[in-house]
């Protein structure tokens, strides 16, 4: 079956730092990959679409110069906290989409980012 | 607003209960996932159902979608604590260009 990797499973990092979080689609290619965060005990709330080869669509009150999405390829996405804060604390997911015959998504296992 | 209305949030039951979680929309959807979600984890898909008045099956779990595509159900039989997790409804609304809307979750927790 479809493989997401996301790395890594769990940062700690320094206010104001930069944290970068990889998603990795192991054997099919995504031209769609997803961003999600996730707070305790509530659902996925989608931060942004990434699509390869051009620039991210972001979610209504997402700030785009805080959450860097590039996908430079079509197994690779990155999203880069800036200048973390302890508020960006949260539980981060990635999720790919290997096109239209491949219906449901595959997930990576998240990244949950600790800011002190 | 919220696109996708699952329900109930929180469910707390006694092992061999019987137990369904509704998802409905006003929406019309090309295609809804159901996930459960261990702490810590990503969602795991459970099923995806894409034609109006399908149901599926797997083990104790049944899945529904309705005819109009707006809404699904998962009925669990015989729930056992193995089952416990979060819950997650999901669907690709028609024209989204593959973007998932999820519900808000069901936390179900199933006590021995």
């Known amino acids: 079956g479809a493989v997401v990797s996301q790395h890594p499973s769990r940062v700690i990092c320094k206010s104001g730092t930069s944290v970068k979080i990889e998603c990795r689609s192991l054997?099919?290619?995504?031209?769609?990959m997803f961003w999600y965060r996730q707070f305790p005990k509530q659902s996925l709330m989608l931060m942004a679409t990434?699509?390869?080869?051009?620039?991210?669509?972001?979610e209504q009150g997402v700030e785009k110069d805080k959450f860097l999405i590039n996908h430079a390829s079509l197994t690779l996405s990155t999203l880069t906290v800036t200048s973390a804060h302890p508020e960006d604390s949260s539980f981060y997911i990635c999720?790919?989409?290997?096109?239209?015959?491949?219906?449901?998504?595959?997930f990576g296992s998240g990244t949950r980012l600790t800011v002190v | 607003t919220q696109l996708l209305e699952q329900s109930p949030q929180f469910l707390s039951i006694q092992e061999g209960e019987n137990l369904t979680v509704y998802c409905n929309s006003s929406?019309?959807?090309?295609?809804l996932q159901w996930y459960r979600q261990e702490p810590g984890e990503g969602p795991v898909l459970l099923v995806t159902?894409?034609?109006?008045?399908e149901v599926k099956k797997l083990k104790r779990l049944t899945f529904q979608f309705g005819d109009a595509r707006k809404d699904s159900s998962l009925h669990i039989t015989a729930a056992q604590p193995g089952d416990t997790g979060l819950y997650l409804c999901?669907?690709?609304?028609?024209?989204?260009?593959?973007?998932?809307?999820f519900g808000k979750g069901t936390l179900l927790t199933v006590n021995p």
């Open positions: 990434s699509n390869e080869g051009s620039k991210a669509t972001y």
């Open positions: 159902v894409v034609t109006g008045g």
């Open positions: 054997d099919f290619q995504a031209t769609t």
């Open positions: 999901a669907g690709e609304i028609l024209g989204s260009n593959y973007k998932l809307t």
């Open positions: 999720s790919a989409n290997g096109g239209p015959k491949m219906y449901g998504y595959t």
């Open positions: 929406s019309v959807f090309s295609s």
